[in-house]
């Protein structure tokens, strides 16, 4: 037997689940949780039971609400393995999300969040944190080939649902640009973009038209069988 004190809990690991668990309450987007994308069976799953960020970022008006149903319905993407542009962004955005994190203190997350007010409206943010009122600030990254002049219309939409998922007021959008896959610049470049919400009615208003028309009861699904686009 010696004299070295011992401890019965590693303080380090424990106080921060510690401070968690006696907060009085959790945060509104906390009891919204749908999924870990680190379980990535069960998250692909349920974002194929709603209308996810990806799909929002494509509703660019009504017309295309006829490919995003087709998509959702017949899984065109399922079978898409990935490019040398999507791993190349996989592997890439580990290494921003530490930046983001050491530069603007926004933590990575992992978790796919349902709305308040529809649990079929899904958003999985690159990061996020919290506002010293509460009020969650997210953060999306992204790598490209190509110089912004300013952020591509897709990616604001993108941006703009979640936002309304998570009832967040504005968002940190990283970029990353290369060529032939080798980062250009010392750091990436990043813009905040404020919530809109008169772009979230109407991204919310498109997500309704999609939703309708994935209902197996409803007469218009038949719009989006293979023969009617043909």
Known sequence: MTDTPFALF?????????????????????????????????????????????DAAKLSSRAAVRSAAWEKLHGTLRGFGG????????????????WVRSTHGIEPSTLLFHAASDR?????????????????????????????????????????????????????????????FVPIGDEPRCRWVDRDDDQIAILVRLAEEVLLALRPDDPARAVYRPGALA
């Open 10 to 54: 590693d303080l380090e690991s424990v106080a921060p689940r510690v401070a968690a668990e006696l907060r009085a309450s959790p945060l509104p987007h906390e009891l919204r949780i749908v999924a870990d994308s680190n379980d990535r069976v069960a998250w692909l799953r349920a974002r194929s039971q709603g209308i996810t960020a990806t």
């Open 83 to 98: 490019s040398r542009f999507t791993d190349h962004g996989r592997q890439r955005e580990p290494v921003i999300a530490e």
């Open 120 to 180: 079929r409206h899904l958003a999985t943010p690159d990061g996020l944190r919290v506002a010293a009122d509460g009020t969650p600030e997210l953060c999306e990254i992204k790598t490209t080939s190509r110089t912004w002049r300013g952020i591509p219309r897709g990616y604001l939409r993108q941006v703009w649902w979640q936002q309304y998922v998570l009832g967040a007021e504005r968002t940190l959008v990283v970029w990353e640009q290369h060529e032939d």
